[in-house]
């Protein structure tokens, strides 16, 4: 099953669209790649190796010192910093991207990586790395909202839900780039490397968007059909027909060569000379708050917001994040090797899996997804409580692998199948903002929560009967308030209503 729908999305696939997909998703992996820059050289960066320390210390003429200072709590401020830039990006970007383009917003987010990763790489002080990894967390939250919207509107419509998950590979590639990176350098003055490398991911990214052309359905969207129509075709190949992809856009001024190419015999009589009322005048396109006002697309936001709750809220981050801590001993490996280990295993089974969204359907995958981390969830809980340690491992192993079925990749892609073009980009922003939102209540509080329940009933894995709950809370929400968008056209389909014939 996955095998053909792999070598259907080859065959639709163009050099050019694979050439698209791979520069846009550098943004992601950028996103990736910052969020655990800082986790595998902490150490060496904050001084707490006693010879780093005094090594410092005999080194005051240097133009920068081999580590900073600093304590756990300007640390911890230093690493929230970038979820804070994600945020502020992932508010701004939807509104961005949806009046001036999808390509601008992509090219801004390349140049606030090349900048945030620059004063990261050569900052001598807190508040300057932390200037660096709030602009680079801007660049991030902003590319997570844009780049899938970018590629819902360039892949194929049969295989939208394949090209979503690149997403989420991405940004899985980037955690094992930098963990792997950290595993090498996290010594001396080398961090500085690995903190400087996102400055070249940044340029690689930048110069490639000068060969990358604007979302075709923005640009119909935008009174420039004509263009539209000529982007697409080169997108899909000149010997492919694009009929039914621009049967709601304006081409009734194109020419009589283009009008010739778009056609195919079994379109022309389904199109006929009709265009949609969206086409013949510009979108007013629904802000942030607007969408949340109106009763059209308040469905919508609940959905989207209700997912990444679930995405959150079944205890991922607190494995991608604190699995060092959590298992440690567990495997006779170092905790940097352990952490890898956890990243290629959520690398390769999002990638086994990138086929199931468009198979099983988008809700399909998300309940098989918070089914299997919930009930791995409490597997770990009670392996953590009977000191089981490779029954841990398994399940922890097992409850990224449910992940990368479905709460990964789907809620990337679901925010943009929801809504029209006029309110994609305020909903992918709400999705976004929540999903920083809710990582943030994660990351700081698992920790908290984690060691009180630990100390007040004795033992471990306490919290994760908490994880187990909230999965069971998730999958009743998506069974009951998420919609089907795989195979259904346009938001009217998905949710059921009557299209208004004006």
């Known amino acids: 099953m996955a095998s053909s729908g792999v070598r259907q999305c080859i065959r639709d696939a163009t050099l050019y669209l694979v050439y698209l997909i791979f520069v846009t998703t550098l943004g992601p992996l ?63 970007a939807g509104p961005v991207s949806t009046a001036y383009g999808r390509l601008l917003s992509m090219r801004i987010t390349s140049l606030l990586f090349i900048v945030g990763s620059a004063l990261e790489t050569m900052a001598a002080t807190v508040p300057i790395m932390s200037i660096g990894r709030f ?73 490639g968007l000068f060969f990358v052309p604007e979302s075709p359905s923005w640009m119909a969207a935008h009174r420039d059909a004509q263009r ?4 697409l075709q ?47 005048k510009s979108i007013q396109h629904v802000g942030f708050f ?109 409850f990224v692998a449910f992940f990368a079925t479905g709460l990964g990749p789907v809620p990337f892609m679901m925010a943009s199948e929801l809504v029209g073009q006029e309110a994609v980009g305020a909903t992918q922003s709400w999705c976004l903002a929540s999903n920083y939102v809710f990582t943030y209540i994660v990351a700081q509080f698992f920790p908290i929560v984690n060691a009180w329940l630990n100390q007040r009933f004795g033992g471990a894995g306490w919290a994760y009967f908490i994880f187990a709950g909230f999965a069971l809370v998730s999958f009743l929400f998506v069974s009951w308030r998420v919609p089907e968008t795989k195979g259904k056209k346009d938001p009217d389909e998905v949710w059921g209503r009557t299209r208004r014939v004006d």
């Open 30 to 92: 950028q996103f990736g790649f910052h969020l655990s820059e800082l986790n595998a050289p902490q150490d060496i960066i904050t001084c707490k190796k006693q010879s780093v320390a005094e090594d410092v210390a005999s080194q005051p003429d240097a133009k920068l010192p081999q580590c900073i200072p600093m304590s756990e709590a300007q640390f911890a401020a230093l690493s929230s910093m970038f979820v804070v830039g994600g945020l502020a990006g992932a508010l701004f």
């Open 135 to 207: 602009l680079a967390g801007i660049g991030a939250g902003a590319s997570t909202v844009v780049v899938p919207l970018y590629i819902s509107e360039v892949a194929p419509p049969r295989e939208r839900g394949l090209f979503g998950t690149m997403t989420q590979v991405m940004i899985n590639t980037g955690i094992l780039f930098t963990q792997t990176l950290g595993y090498y350098l996290s010594r001396g003055s080398l961090w500085r490397i690995i903190l400087g490398v996102g400055t070249g991911l940044g340029l690689l990214q930048g110069i």
């Open 228 to 231: 539209a129509v000529k982007t």
């Open 234 to 280: 080169r997108i899909r190949g000149q010997g492919h027909s694009i009929a039914e992809e621009i049967e709601d856009w304006d081409v009734s001024q194109a020419t009589p060569e283009e009008q010739t190419l778009l056609r195919d015999p079994e379109s022309v009589s389904r199109r006929g000379s009709t265009t949609s009322k969206a086409s013949q």
């Open 290 to 398: 607007g969408v949340v006002r109106d009763p059209l697309y308040q469905p919508a936001i609940i959905a989207v917001i209700g997912i990444m709750f679930a995405q959150q809220f079944c205890g991922v981050n607190s494995i991608m994040m604190y699995s060092v801590s959590l298992l440690s001993g567990v495997l006779p490996m170092s905790s940097s090797l352990l952490t890898i280990l956890v990243s290629v295993m959520n690398l390769v089974a999002t990638i086994a899996c990138a086929p199931l969204a468009d198979k099983i359907g988008r809700k399909a995958c998300l309940l098989l997804s918070i089914s299997g981390m919930g009930s791995m969830a409490f597997c770990l809980a009670l392996s953590l409580r009977w000191e089981t340690k490779i029954l841990s491992a398994i399940a922890v192993l097992l």
